[in-house]
């Protein structure tokens, strides 16, 4: 039998990935009303994944290249750096890279082991946690934080306390890299994900944040292209 074609396995995985996306929607419809914090949702996706990554529809087992790219103009010296919601870990894996000093974290305990083991010799310090109950200590504790795909992922009402959330963990002085969804149209989303507009992302602003950068692009998924951003912030000393 002849030895399948890179181009074959990774049409193979994107088409159970969509399958799997199929079925995680399905599954999450029916209980985002009763659960708006998504936990239960997210911990069943990565449990009945049985290691297969394919089952996780977010997961592109590589960085974000923009945040690659970044890392690259901004190395760190040691910095403190922080991954919040860090799925499978591949962007926390590299800024640890790139010299930070870095944690990740996730409300899944099992997406963390799975991380730990796809790393088995990782600087990054993973462990499980909740945006929403970060231990003390990270209040203003990292220099440079990391969100991907976070905001997006809980419903709009959730929005103010995610920001929150986000923003308090970023020390003064500090950077807070964001990347997610975007849309142009005012009106909420019907999501999930719920694509961020511009003025979502302003609450930053509100909290003390100057925009130092942001990139727009666009990523395919499947037939559509889909609008993205990732911002770069500077949080007030
Ligand atoms: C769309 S995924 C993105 C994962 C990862 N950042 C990435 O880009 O691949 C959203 C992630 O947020 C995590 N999550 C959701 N709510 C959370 C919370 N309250 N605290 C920590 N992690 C959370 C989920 O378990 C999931 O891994």
């Not at 209980?31 to 990565?46: D, K, L, M, Q």
């Not at 796809?118 to 220099?143: D, I, N, Q, T």
């Not at 997610?180 to 009106?187: A, K, L, P, T, V």
Request: proline residues 7%; aromatic residues 10%.
């Amino acid at each position: 039998m002849t030895k399948p074609t890179r181009e074959q396995i990774d049409a193979e995985f994107a088409a159970r990935r969509a399958k799997a996306r199929e079925e995680v929607n399905k599954l999450d419809r029916n209980t985002i009303h009763s659960e708006p914090e998504r936990g239960a949702f997210f911990n069943t996706v990565y449990d009945r994944a049985n290691d297969d990554a394919a089952q996780i529809p977010w997961a592109d087992l590589a960085p974000k290249p923009q945040l690659a790219a970044w890392l690259k103009a901004n190395p760190g010296n040691g910095q403190t750096a922080l991954d919040i919601a860090c799925g499978l870990g591949d962007n926390a894996e590299e800024i640890a890279a790139a010299r930070y000093d870095t944690t990740a974290f996730d409300l899944s305990q099992t997406a963390i082991d799975w991380a730990k083991q796809r790393f088995p010799s990782s600087k990054v310090k993973y462990l499980a946690a909740s945006l929403f109950e970060p231990p003390m200590e990270w209040r203003g504790g990292f220099e440079l934080v990391n969100e991907c795909y976070t905001l997006q992922a809980l419903p709009p009402q959730m929005l103010d306390k995610s920001t929150r959330a986000i923003a308090n963990l970023v020390k003064p002085g500090g950077t807070l890299l964001v990347y997610s969804r975007m849309r142009h149209n005012i009106e909420t989303p019907d999501g999930p994900p719920w694509p961020l507009h511009e003025n979502d992302l302003m609450k930053f602003a509100d909290l003390g944040f100057s925009l130092v950068a942001d990139e727009r692009f666009e990523v395919v998924r499947g037939e559509r292209k889909v609008h993205h951003q990732f911002a770069h912030w500077h949080k007030s000393p």
